[in-house]
């Protein structure tokens, strides 16, 4: 029985060797054999992992494409090779997807028969309080915007089964998870805590978690639009009743309206107007849906960013 495991790396071999060796010991006295594929993310600095770690395959990118793009390179070229894995892990390499809850993911593909993919979900995050906090916003906002939840990222083990209706989803090369609960592929998680990096500091700032963010969201547009839609028209008539109901109150009511009435029609005026642009943007894209990106026309040309392929 084989378990294939696809690690993207940039820059990190120190970090990298000594994930790997955490995890051939974790699985010394098992029947698994291990083959790692390390997807070199355009490193510039030396990078030559096969020499160190048997059953590995090290493929060197062209440039540095990503996380995201180097796993759906790694899924593809799985899929093209046609060995008989029967589990595949999605690990980074800095030592923060905590090798030691390989066994309990893999327990739990087990448990449902392999017709899930588990994932590692966020028990406790080693990031500060601003970047907690503001995940934890993420997450609210995730799911009144899609009505999905997510509180996973890459770490997950996929049975083999699952590898065929991952590798080919759309924009599964802009986001590894969001494309998958999209998909309505069975998934399930186990708590985690965050582990920490082996050495030096974390490459997830601020500004790379907010690009990641707007890229889950991006995955589910037509959902995001569609909410945008029903939320400003709902607004739309809110502000409407309001206006009636200080006309009706000004001109129909014994009571007396102070002169703030013309401000507030003014003010409701504009919010409408604002809701009325969401309204027709949000409707025209749409509409327009199929000018978004589609990965379908790229699924074919993974082999275009691969500058070599080093097996040991």
């Given at each position: ?12 071999e ?35 992992v096969?020499?160190y ?60 028969n ?111 639009l ?50 009325a ?36």
């Amino acid at each position: 029985m084989k378990i294939a495991f696809i690690i993207p790396t940039y820059n990190d071999e120190k970090n990298l060797l000594q994930l790997l060796s955490k995890v051939e010991s974790i699985f010394l006295d098992s029947a698994y054999k291990l083959e790692f594929f390390i997807i070199n993310d355009g490193s510039t600095n030396e990078f030559n992992v096969v020499n160190y770690i048997k059953n590995s395959t090290q493929i060197n990118l062209k440039n540095n494409e990503g996380n995201q793009k180097a796993i759906s390179i790694g899924l593809k070229h799985l899929n093209d090779r046609n060995e008989n894995f029967e589990y595949i892990f999605i690990m980074d390499s800095d030592g923060e997807d905590d090798p030691n809850y390989l066994l309990k993911l893999l327990e739990k593909a087990k448990k449902f028969n392999n017709q899930k993919i588990i994932f590692a979900s966020r028990l406790r995050r080693t990031e500060g309080f601003i970047f907690n906090l503001f995940y934890f916003f993420y997450k609210i906002i995730f799911y009144v915007l899609t009505g999905h939840k997510i509180n996973f990222g890459n770490y997950s083990c996929i049975p083999s089964n699952h590898l065929k209706k991952i590798y080919d989803l759309p924009m599964i090369d802009f986001h590894f998870s969001a494309p998958i609960i999209k998909s309505n592929i069975p998934i399930s998680s186990i708590p985690c805590n965050k582990g920490k990096r082996y050495s030096g500091k974390s490459s997830m700032k601020f500004t790379k978690f907010l690009i990641h963010a707007m890229k889950s969201l991006s995955v589910f547009y037509e959902e995001v639009l569609t909410r945008f839609l029903i939320f400003s028209f709902i607004g739309i008539l809110i502000n409407i009743l309001f206006i009636v109901c200080i006309f009706f109150i000004k001109f129909f009511s014994e009571n007396i309206v102070l002169g703030w009435s013309s401000n507030m029609v003014l003010g409701l005026t504009i919010i409408i107007t604002i809701l009325a642009f969401m309204f027709f943007a949000s409707l025209i894209m749409l509409i327009n849906k199929n000018t978004f990106y589609d990965q379908r026309t790229q699924r074919n040309k993974y082999t275009f960013y691969i500058n070599d392929i080093i097996t040991k």
